[in-house]
Each structure stands twice: as structure tokens, then as C-alpha cells.
């Protein structure tokens, strides 16, 4: 299905091209290099949200030993900070009419700071205020980035395309965040058991399906500072850094990305017309 899924959207676009008598998007949208740069800037940041934020809210509870309330604090920070941020950013554009500049050169070198320090701070050794810090260059250049490829979209396209140009970043998002979730969960299988197992004291070896299949409710069984717990904390902090290399790694693409946007002056007059 997934070789099918992939098929689709290159014969989605020759049908909206030689077939369709009334094209769902507009073909002239369809090719847009703002268009084609937003949607991929989306899937980058849905895949970069999924691929670290995946199994973060266990990893804080059993690593850092937080209550479920401070733990929930933590997993919101991305969302708040980047909805806080958001309001200054459209303050930005309005005063300047211009979003490509900042998104390029602030949005995606923040972005991409934070999530490479998370491969450095994601550990039980360093103090989870350098992990906050992260979050919150995330959250900024996230927020940067979100409004920046939705203002693309809805400049490229004429007032009858936006609705059509906003679904089709919605479903370069989910395309991405679907890729980042399965990274993720790849990663995880493949790094966690085999860490926690090597790290594992010999006294506790025999429950190595327990601890590992039981997740956070088994592991926070055992005390902060016993060998068994340090084993698990190491065996999160071996899996985290790989989820949070992928997620760096993938903001790459959002520099070209970015700079294929056309530098729209969003001051432009609205068309005027008569509602009926």
C-alpha cells in the first residue's frame, strides 16, 4: 500500500494535467515553485516533530523522574511557544509585507539549532533546563516556519485557490508526519531493546521483556540511581539521540525549500468586487 500511496500522487498530477475537465487545483498552482517549496517545507517540519517528539513524553517521565503534570509542561512548550511566537511573527509581517527573508535565514537555522543541541541534551547526565532550551528554539523556528509556508501558499494562489492550497500543505504535513512517526518507531525497535539490554546488571537481566514491553510504568518501578534504572535511562538516551539525528537531518531540505519561495509583498490590494 505504501507503493501504491507513492504512485498516486505522480498520477494525481497527470490526470489534473491532460484528463481532468475541471481540475481539482489549478495546474498553474499545481507547478508553482512557492507552492512545491511550502508543501515540502511542511513535510519537514511535521516529519521533524514526529521523529523526536514520538516517545519524548515516556523519555522525560522515566529519565528525569517528573510527576505527569510536569511532564505534560514539558511536551506542551513546543505548542505554546510556538502560538506565543506566531502573534510576533504576524506583527513582523505587517509591518515589513515581507515573510521569506525571515523564514530562510531566522526560521530555518533556529529550527535546525534546536533540534541538533537535542542530540547533545538528550541525556540522563545533562540538566533538563539545556532540554527547555531546545524546546524552545523549536518552538520559535517551528512557529517561524508554519505561518511562513501557509503565507506562501495563500500569496501564490488567486482568492477561488487558497482553500485548495491550504488543504494541499495540510496533506504535505500529514505525508511527512507519517514518515517521521514510522522513523521513529524504527529507531526505537531497533536501538532501545539492544541497549537496554546490554546495559542491563546481571540481577535483572531475566526481566529484560518486562521492563521493556511494560514501558514507562514498568521502568519507573525501579528507584533513580539503581543500576537496573540507570541501564534504562541509558538505553532512552541511546535511542533519543538517533530519533533526534533524523530530525535534524531532515531540516536540511528546508533551506532549498524555503528559498525556492517567490519574496511576495503581502501588501498587495485585494481584488474589488461586488457580494451578492
Request: proline residues 3%.
Amino acid at each position: 500500500m505504501i507503493v501504491i500511496g507513492i504512485l498516486l500522487f505522480p498520477a494525481f498530477a497527470i490526470w489534473e494535467k491532460y484528463c481532468a475537465k475541471s481540475p481539482f487545483i489549478k495546474w498553474e498552482l499545481f507547478k508553482n515553485r512557492t507552492v512545491l517549496g511550502a508543501c515540502i517545507v511542511s513535510a519537514v517540519i511535521f516529519f521533524n516533530y514526529f521523529a523526536w517528539n514520538q516517545y519524548y513524553y515516556y523519555y522525560l517521565q522515566v529519565v528525569y523522574n517528573l510527576d505527569t503534570a510536569k511532564t505534560g509542561y514539558m511536551t506542551q512548550i513546543y505548542g505554546v511557544g510556538s502560538t506565543i511566537w506566531g502573534v510576533i511573527f504576524g506583527i513582523w509581517i505587517r509591518q515589513t509585507k515581507h515573510f521569506k527573508n525571515i523564514c530562510l535565514f531566522f526560521g530555518v537555522p533556529l529550527f535546525m539549532l534546536g533540534a541538533g543541541l537535542m542530540i547533545h541534551f538528550r541525556g540522563a547526565d545533562s540538566k533538563i533546563g539545556y532540554l527547555i532550551m531546545c524546546q524552545i528554539f523549536i518552538a520559535f523556528g517551528g512557529g517561524t516556519l508554519v505561518i511562513g509556508d501557509e503565507m506562501a501558499v495563500m500569496a501564490a494562489a488567486d482568492r477561488e485557490g487558497i482553500p485548495m492550497m491550504i488543504a494541499l500543505i495540510s496533506l504535505a504535513g500529514s505525508v511527512g508526519g507519517s514518515i517521521g512517526y514510522a522513523v521513529a518507531v524504527a529507531i526505537y525497535s531497533n536501538t532501545f531493546p539492544e541497549a537496554l539490554l546490554n546495559a542491563l546488571p546481571d540481577e535483572t537481566k531475566a526481566d529484560f521483556a518486562t521492563i521493556y514491553l511494560g514501558g514507562s510504568t514498568a521502568q519507573l518501578i525501579y528507584p533513580p540511581g539503581s543500576a537496573t534504572r540507570d541501564a534504562i535511562n541509558h538505553a532512552w538516551s541511546y535511542s533519543q539521540k538517533y530519533e533526534c539525528i533524523a530530525a535534524c537531518a531532515i531540516v536540511i531540505l528546508a533551506f532549498p525549500a524555503v528559498a525556492m519561495w517567490k519574496n511576495y509583498n503581502v501588501d498587495k490590494q485585494q481584488v474589488k468586487g461586488i457580494v451578492i
